[in-house]
């Protein structure tokens, strides 16, 4: 199915809306009140449910690169007291999530755009 969209907003869910929808073959416009895209001093912090969405959408190993990973300092446990999260001690095979630079995944950021 093909189609013609209008995604209103450039941030990182307007971005991603306009990724997916090109990804199926939609043709999708941005419409962006700010006159040029670039760093606006803010960032991303993503949990791991975050970085596999930006794996599906092809842009996960750009976060991973210019990213810093963080990891969990604390305990998450539903009401049921199943644990969603534990904290560890830093490590590479724990990592709990990364943040980012807003300049680093920006279109012509600093790791370039995709």
């Given amino acids: 199915m093909t189609g013609r969209a209008i995604v209103i907003g450039a941030g990182i869910g307007g971005m991603a809306a306009a990724l997916a929808l090109h990804r199926i073959g939609w043709r999708a416009t941005v419409l962006e009140r700010a006159p040029e895209l670039g760093e606006i001093g803010a960032g991303m912090s993503q949990a791991p449910n975050a970085l596999r969405a930006l794996d599906e959408l092809g842009v996960g190993e750009q976060a991973r690169q210019v990213g810093v990973s963080t990891f969990a300092a604390a305990n998450l446990r539903t009401a049921n007291g199943r644990h969603l999260q ?19 995944m920006s279109p012509g950021g600093t790791a370039g755009s995709t």
């Fill in 86 to 104: 534990r904290a560890t001690d830093a490590g590479p095979d724990t990592c709990s999530g990364c943040s980012t630079g807003s300049a680093d």
